[in-house]
């Protein structure tokens, strides 16, 4: 049984990652992202909190207006810290307890910020994903969810907020060229492991 954390910049391909592995492994995946939305819309003391840091026209219809929030937080560090520090204490409670549950069974965790968390010892394998910021920004690009500018500014921040990990308990996989060489690098890993 194995609890392996995946993280990595956005547009590197921790979630295309999280599903080669589950072919692989029969697991249950945690997307942290996703959980992270459930707590904002679920939590009414998250929810006052973030209508008390960036205004109430991030709600809409009682649930938050995502790409509303994300207009504030990616306008500065400050604004990322601040959502941060609204969110993150009880997404890693809701985390920890979800990896507890299942404790017994094999779990990928999808999580960009794992290493900001310091949670690596969490795992039995970490593993970040890296790709070159130029081929990061052109996958967030290819979307077509955001305007180029916002994309980069989004990307610089998140840069800004924490470095990328190296060395032990790492394992560092290059996702810099197509998914039938990210496979071929995660079967080596899931070989050695």
């Given at each position: 049984m194995a609890h392996i954390g995946v993280a990595g910049y956005m547009g590197a391909g921790k979630s295309t990652v999280a599903q080669i592995l589950k072919k692989h492994i029969p697991c249950r995946v945690i997307d942290a992202d996703n959980d992270a939305k459930q707590l904002m819309n679920g939590n009414?003391?998250?929810?006052?909190?973030?209508?008390?840091?960036?205004?109430?026209?991030?709600?809409?219809?009682?649930?938050?207006?995502?790409?509303?929030?994300?207009?504030?937080?990616?306008?500065?560090?400050?604004?990322?810290?601040?959502?941060?520090?609204?969110?993150?204490?009880?997404?890693?409670?809701?985390?920890?307890?979800?990896?507890?549950?299942?404790?017994?069974?094999?779990?990928?965790?999808?999580?960009?910020?794992?290493?900001?968390?310091?949670?690596?010892?969490?795992?039995?394998?970490?593993?970040?994903?890296?790709?070159?910021?130029?081929?990061?920004?052109?996958?967030?690009?290819?979307s077509g969810k955001l305007d180029p500018a916002a994309i980069e500014k989004r990307m610089r921040l998140q840069e800004m907020l924490f470095d990328a990990p190296s060395g032990k308990p790492w394992y560092i996989i290059e996702n810099n060229s197509v998914i039938s060489t990210l496979e071929k690098g995660m079967k080596k890993l899931l070989e050695k492991r």
């Open positions: 009414e003391k998250i929810r006052k909190d973030l209508v008390a840091a960036f205004g109430s026209d991030i709600i809409g219809d009682n649930t938050i207006i995502f790409h509303k929030l994300g207009e504030y937080v990616f306008r500065s560090l400050q604004n990322l810290k601040l959502l941060n520090s609204i969110v993150h204490p009880e997404l890693l409670k809701h985390l920890a307890s979800e990896l507890e549950k299942n404790r017994k069974g094999n779990v990928i965790c999808d999580a960009a910020l794992i290493p900001l968390w310091g949670i690596e010892s969490w795992f039995d394998t970490a593993i970040w994903i890296h790709a070159d910021h130029s081929i990061r920004r052109h996958r967030l690009e290819s």
